[in-house]
């Protein structure tokens, strides 16, 4: 149960486009289609973005998207805004009743 | 609406035990899965493990399995957490997290977080 590989740190302006990556294993994300991603700001909670890979809670903003090829899951931000800033996990279930997070990325708003 | 309420915080000092509790409201308590995840301060999420609140039955991260233990009191509809031979790399905050009526469902809703301490 190794954590999935996430870039400590993606920043963008304004606007602009990010994707944040989730690399995995044909265990945990290659296997599935339930990578989830989830943004944190700090002090608070988590909050869920995207789920079943590509899915949106509703009330959350259309500008999140979600993707997987592979082993590898992206969430890719489109139209950036300065309360995006925060730190993104993605989590994929690993089989056995199990799941496994992500290492955790730093989205910087410039 | 669905709250976790959790218990306060907590100082432990090495090789002590913790038990956190969260208590559900705002939804049918045995229908749901509950997480227990943690995050060491300026870490990352670290999910810890599952637990069905109808039988009881559960799921631990490897890394945690034999000092880690998850239970349910149906009445009070509260799970709990129990981390034994506490280390100083164990200080962190843990969150109860509701998931869904599924085993391999997304984590939705989160408590307000407990904060344990290990410090000698």
């Known amino acids: 149960q190794s954590a999935l590989t996430q870039p400590a740190s993606v920043s963008g302006s304004p606007g602009q486009s990010i994707t944040i990556s989730c690399t995995g294993t044909?265990?945990?994300?290659?296997?599935?289609?339930?990578v989830s991603w989830y943004q944190q700001h700090p002090g608070k909670a988590p909050k869920l973005m995207i789920y079943?890979?590509?899915k949106r809670p509703s009330g959350v903003s259309n500008r999140f998207s979600g993707s997987k090829s592979g082993n590898t899951a992206s969430l890719t931000i489109s139209g950036l805004q300065a309360e995006d800033e925060a730190d993104y996990y993605c989590?994929?279930?690993?089989?056995?009743?199990?799941?496994?997070f992500g290492g955790g990325t730093k989205l910087t708003v410039l | 609406q669905v709250q976790l309420v959790q218990s306060g915080a907590e100082v432990k000092k090495p090789g002590a035990s913790v038990k956190v509790s969260c208590k559900a409201s705002?939804?049918?308590?045995?229908?749901?899965?509950m997480h227990w995840v943690r995050q060491a301060p300026g870490q990352g999420l670290e999910w810890m493990g599952i637990?069905?609140?109808?039988?009881?039955?559960?799921s631990y991260a490897q890394k945690l399995q034999g000092r880690v233990t998850m239970t349910r009191d149906t009445s009070t509809s509260t799970v709990y957490m129990e981390l034994s031979s506490l280390r100083s790399e164990d200080t962190a905050v843990y969150y109860c997290?509701?998931?869904?009526?599924?085993?391999?469902?997304?984590?939705?809703?989160w408590g307000q977080g407990t904060l344990v301490t290990v410090s000698s």
């Open positions: 997290a509701r998931g869904t009526t599924m085993v391999r469902g997304v984590i939705v809703y």
């Open positions: 705002g939804y049918t308590f045995t229908s749901y899965y």
């Open positions: 637990i069905n609140p109808s039988g009881g039955s559960t």
């Open positions: 044909s265990s945990d994300v290659g296997s599935y289609n339930l």
């Open positions: 079943e890979g590509s």
């Open positions: 989590c994929s279930y690993a089989g056995s009743s199990t799941s496994v």
